[in-house]
């Protein structure tokens, strides 16, 4: 499968290719001036600057952490000690510690179905027996969660909000009993926070964390500020802070200090609330543009999901076809898209995710009239 | 022994302590004017900064592939493909990365005896059962390493240049020995070169990496321009690229592109010799300092190595002591030391770590008194 997501990013970047295909968010949105002013900030003052290019703590900058602990508290109805706060180089590292940390060979763990692959690619180098959730349209199966608890998983990695690749949510009722099922077990969520912020009219419930104490939260600034700044964190259970930092410096000492102060420098700038502002609109306007053009151009035996948040659309093909097919005829067009079979744990051939933060209007124009011209040869 | 680190590192930070114990690079040698210059540079077109601040390639930025191959060719005697090289975040990930490629629980490992404790830490999370191979004044105990390989390890980690923490270098003959070793073996050599650029006079010999192909080579920006900018890489021979790409997608996607394109922009404006001058010839008088004190203020049981190049000095006191005493009495003075026990397979109670590059030469004067007047009490 790697090697097929390989071959999927060195297709993209051929000469005339529009990509619906990866996670890319969308970079005419890097605030560039804003960013280019902290850089020279953190250069302004010869110690801080000497600071920031030097070794670093292993838990990150206190500054960046108690920035992050505020959001927490203002937004995301919990509170939370910057003792609890791990900065890292980005949310894919927290998963390969978290992996690290908790899975030996054939320890069942709960994902959701479809799940986010990168997350599902991360945990399985420690070879972990994998229990699908099916997701619904209100958030996952929680009858079938049930039951998986009853095996003794010891992780449930899930992403309640604008979830990759469906673009579902969980609802609220499902978010208190997701957190109710978890504080009666011994198993941990992974409570994957990457689109929370990107929701188009704010948030759309209180994070499982403000809810039960059995989850490590992980957050990035990949998708709202800049992923090649790769600054992730994660926020663990009193209990897990002194082998989290362990295993920090195990893993790769700390994470990138020049970045994080530079990242600092940005936020104290920077109206966290006005900026995101800008962004949301922008993703939903995209997203209506993309939706509005699939009705008029796709026929009615496709199905998707209406995004209210995050980056995604999950197309389904009738029930029983192969969309890998799809996929193919899209690339003769020149149109990459993300197959959704690799996402699940069962099933899923059916279902092609589609990027509607990536391109451009004209890219999102043309890309869905090739998708309509390749659905006509499928 | 983690845990004890980090108290060394929270005790360093306190109010007058002056600290010889860490691997922290001289701050006054970063070139904060070039490295301000290059951040500005990448900024400047909006092109270069989107894309630099957007993900990037599994295998890090061309352009600095390119460089380090180019080094490589010119400096190091040896030819690599760019596609052989993969950029990191820093060497320390390297270690596990290769610990996740290469080591399962009760694997056999070969490393330096004492070696260094970072890469010792990071291996262990996966469990290999290590092998000590002892340093001689010209290298490793070759005969025992012949041996060792006879038991089918896995890797051999070493650090030929000015090793950490012993200070010492291969010789020739020592690197022609281990590379035919390693040649008629199946054990992979990881060739740390942490320390290779800082060859008071250049570097003292060519890598194993240019004598036979059972190498990764790990390099970093570390030492030599910033650890906190966090860029390392690890050269790899040609059949375990794609399985190299696999591990880093899977822990962390990719290395920093902000700081890969902050440092690309800084070493196309550097004479990189001219550079590396300037700081080899620095850290040569600093440890000419440190070690002219030492030979006036301490008494002539204590030994230790002269370096020539690197950060590090070996202390020995005298066989059968506990140098953990000098430790604790050299805290009382206001002075870390680095205890060397930790970084031995067996043995080394007697040995205490100093780097000579941290501190300036104050602090270098006055440690050294603080050192003599714990002695006294030792």
């Not at 605030?31 to 302004?44: C, I, W």
């Not at 003052?45 to 602990?69: C, F």
């Not at 490590?216 to 082998?243: A, C, H, Q, Y």
């Not at 993703?283 to 009615?300: G, I, T, W």
Request: glycine letters at 8%.
């Amino acid at each position: 499968m790697d090697s097929f997501i390989m071959k999927l990013i060195a297709v993209s970047k051929e000469k005339g290719m529009i990509s619906f295909a990866t996670g890319l968010p969308d970079k005419r949105l890097f605030d560039t001036e804003g960013l280019a002013k902290a850089a020279l900030n953190v250069f302004e003052d010869e110690d801080v600057a000497r600071d920031a290019l030097q070794y670093s703590t292993i838990n990150g900058l206190l500054p960046l952490r108690e920035k992050i602990a505020q959001r927490c508290r203002k937004e995301m109805s919990f509170n939370v000690s910057e003792e609890n706060i791990f900065v890292i180089n980005g949310s894919q590292e927290c998963f390969d510690l978290i992996g690290k940390m908790f899975i030996d060979r054939g320890d069942r763990m709960v994902v959701d179905d479809p799940g986010y692959l990168g997350a599902l690619q991360s945990f399985s180098l420690y070879g972990p027996s994998f229990i699908g959730v099916p997701m619904e349209e209100d958030g996952p199966d929680t009858e079938r969660l049930k039951g998986s608890l009853k095996e003794h998983p010891k992780l449930y990695y899930s992403v309640p909000d604008h979830q990759n690749p469906s673009g579902i949510s969980y609802s609220s009722e499902k978010r208190k009993e997701v957190a109710e099922l978890l504080s009666g077990s011994d198993c941990m969520m992974v409570e994957d926070d990457a689109y929370g912020e990107l929701g188009f009219d704010g948030r759309v419930g209180p994070p499982i964390r403000s809810l039960t104490d059995n989850v490590i939260l992980t957050g990035s600034f990949s998708k709202i500020i800049s992923p090649g700044m790769r600054i992730g964190w994660m926020i663990v259970p009193d209990g897990m802070t002194e082998m989290t930092m362990k295993c920090i410096e195990s893993s790769s000492l700390h994470a990138n200090s020049f970045s994080q102060n530079v990242m600092n420098c940005f936020l104290e700038r920077t109206d966290m609330n006005k900026y995101l502002g800008k962004i949301r609109k922008e993703y939903k306007r995209k997203s209506k543009l993309m939706l509005d053009l699939m009705n008029d151009h796709l026929p009615s035996e496709l199905r998707w999901n209406t995004p209210t948040g995050g980056m995604f659309i999950l197309l389904r093909t009738k029930e029983g076809t192969d969309a890998m097919r799809l996929y193919e005829a899209a690339l003769r067009k020149k149109l990459v898209v993300m197959p959704g079979r690799p996402f699940h744990i069962s099933g899923g051939e059916n279902t092609i995710r589609l990027n509607y933060a990536t391109a451009d209007d004209e890219g999102i124009k043309e890309g869905i009239r090739r998708l309509a011209s390749a659905y006509r040869e499928f």
